[in-house]
């Protein structure tokens, strides 16, 4: 079985492509914890995890998953992570196998465009192509080791510091109370829709973030079809990205 956790696409994407390289089934994290799957089924021999990597780590939800006994304890006998990334992984596969309480026995990064806009601009569609471009021909690889139950991962001091560093601002960073909605927002819902954490609500036709934390995976900024959600005012000049409008 594959679980995914995406907000902008990518490691669905990648989960996708390496359920039918693999002959698996892929689920979302935030499909389980929100309800609208029931149940699952994949193959029991083998349990991957594709996640984007936050501050160095996991999101929050791919941790409170992991962490779980029914996940814990229904792990298959070969373990695989796939970490989406812009630039590198760092050491979130460590922390995969502490909530596992096993190590991933491969885990690779997986270079895709970044989009976090909170802090920084989106990369070209050019750019962004050709990221997507490599991740393909990447991919098929990764589903030959998967199929072989190769093992394998890398992993130095730097990377263990950079997370070590990092990762403890995810949780302080994750606040909701910068977001909001500018004058172009007609109140369509979608950004309630699509929030796994379902930390907005859409009242009186406009959203409101009723939680104090969220994911931070920017599917709201970035999935807005009128680019209406900002956070504070650094994304108001910055471009979005969605997987699905790459091409466009």
């Known amino acids: 079985m594959i679980y995914y956790f ?12 390496l359920a039918i390289l693999t002959d698996d089934k892929c689920v979302s994290i935030a499909s389980i914890f929100n309800g609208t799957v029931k149940s699952v089924s994949g193959r029991t021999d083998v349990t991957g995890f594709v996640f984007p990597v936050y501050y160095s780590g996991l999101p929050e939800m791919v941790k409170r998953f992991a962490s779980h006994p029914e996940i814990k304890g229904h792990l298959g006998e070969y373990v695989y992570s796939v ?15 502490k909530e596992l309480g096993r190590n991933p026995d491969f885990s690779v990064p997986l270079k895709m465009p970044d989009n ?36 394998g991962s890398k992993m ?47 009242k009186e036709g406009r959203p409101e973030w009723v939680k104090k934390k969220c994911q931070h995976c920017t599917a709201c900024i970035n999935r807005c079809p009128n680019a209406a959600i900002q956070f504070g005012r650094g994304t108001e000049k910055r471009g979005r990205y969605y997987i699905a409008n790459i091409n466009e």
């Not at 995406?6 to 492509?17: D, F, H, I, Q, V």
């Not at 970490?83 to 196998?97: H, Y």
């Not at 910068?178 to 859409?202: M, S």
């Open 6 to 17: 995406s907000g902008t696409g990518n490691s669905r994407y990648a989960a996708e492509k």
């Open 116 to 151: 976090y806009v909170i802090c920084f601009d989106i990369e070209s569609k050019e750019k962004s192509r050709e990221k997507l471009k490599a991740a393909d021909e990447k991919l098929d690889k990764i589903g030959k080791v998967i199929n072989k139950k190769a093992a």
């Open 83 to 97: 970490i989406t990334c812009g630039a590198d992984s760092a050491a979130a596969e460590l922390k995969l196998g």
């Open 156 to 202: 130095v001091f730097k990377k263990k510091m950079l997370t070590a560093v990092m990762y403890p601002f995810y949780n302080l960073c994750r606040i909701t109370a910068l977001f909001r909605a500018d004058e172009n927002c007609t109140g369509c819902g979608l950004c309630a829709k699509i929030c796994p954490e379902k930390a907005i609500e859409i």
